[in-house]
Every structure is written in C-alpha cells, then in structure tokens.
C-alpha cells in the first residue's frame, strides 16, 4: 500500500512600493479585493501603509503567493514594486489575517521607510505595527 502525501509548500514575500495616491477610499478598496481574493488562495499577511509607501508581507502556497505578487505588480494604484525578500517558511508571522491592514502614517519618516529597510527590519516593523495594535 502507498500513501501519497501533498506538501504544500509555505512561502513569505515581502515588497513595497510607492502609494499611488489612492486615499483612505482607495485603501479600503485595496484590503476589501486582498481579503476576499486571498481567502480562496490560502493567503495571509499585513499591508501597512502611510501616505507615500506600502509594505507588505504575503504568507502562503508558492504558486499563490507568487501569482498575487505579479498582479500586485502590475496594478496602477501604486508603482515602483520592489521586492524585499521571498523565501520558504515552516509557519506564518500572519496566520489569522487574509490581509491586515496597519497605518504607519502616525510614525515618523525614518521608523517607516521602506526603501531603507532590510527584510528582516521589513518583517519586524509589520510585527511592531501589529503588537502596537494599529490594525484594521
């Protein structure tokens, strides 16, 4: 007898780019499509955001992930699409999030610089946002 096992391999990528302007109507819009598009692929992560840059993180199947980031690249409402990092994981940072959302607006210009950031200060920062409670 053979059992037959599928591994799904987890991956994490993390980018950031330019916000196109898109104000707070735009956000709301961007996370709705994220959360419902995500459910269905087995994406989690968290988009924070000030008025100039978008950093996020998205956790999940390699293909999935991977599919998500070239239509992220390809859409107009930011621009400048930089990937950060993108790497195979054994668990998520963000598992019970399809998309969280954090506004980094409050911080100053060089806590929440994404051009500036390492991966893992990248990756850190999201967590911080996080634990400081400043999601949506």
């Not at 994490?12 to 302007?21: A, I, N, P, T």
């Not at 000030?50 to 999940?60: A, I, V």
């Not at 621009?79 to 990092?85: I, N, R």
């Amino acid at each position: 007898m053979f059992v037959i096992v599928y591994i799904v391999m987890l991956s994490r990528l993390v980018y950031f780019s330019v916000e196109g302007d898109v104000g707070a109507q735009g956000i709301l819009r961007i996370l709705d499509e994220a959360r419902e598009g995500n459910r269905g692929e087995e994406i989690t992560g968290v988009l924070a955001f000030d008025r100039h840059w978008f950093l996020q993180c998205l956790e999940g199947p390699r293909d999935a992930v991977t599919r998500k980031f070239l239509a992220i690249a390809r859409d107009q409402r930011h621009s400048g699409v930089t990937l950060v990092a993108f790497e195979g994981i054994s668990s998520r940072l963000f598992p019970d999030w399809t998309m969280g959302a954090m506004d980094a607006s409050g911080l100053d210009r060089e806590a929440f610089d994404p051009p500036s950031m390492t991966a893992s200060a990248a990756l850190a920062t999201l967590r911080g946002l996080r634990a400081t409670g400043a999601t949506m």
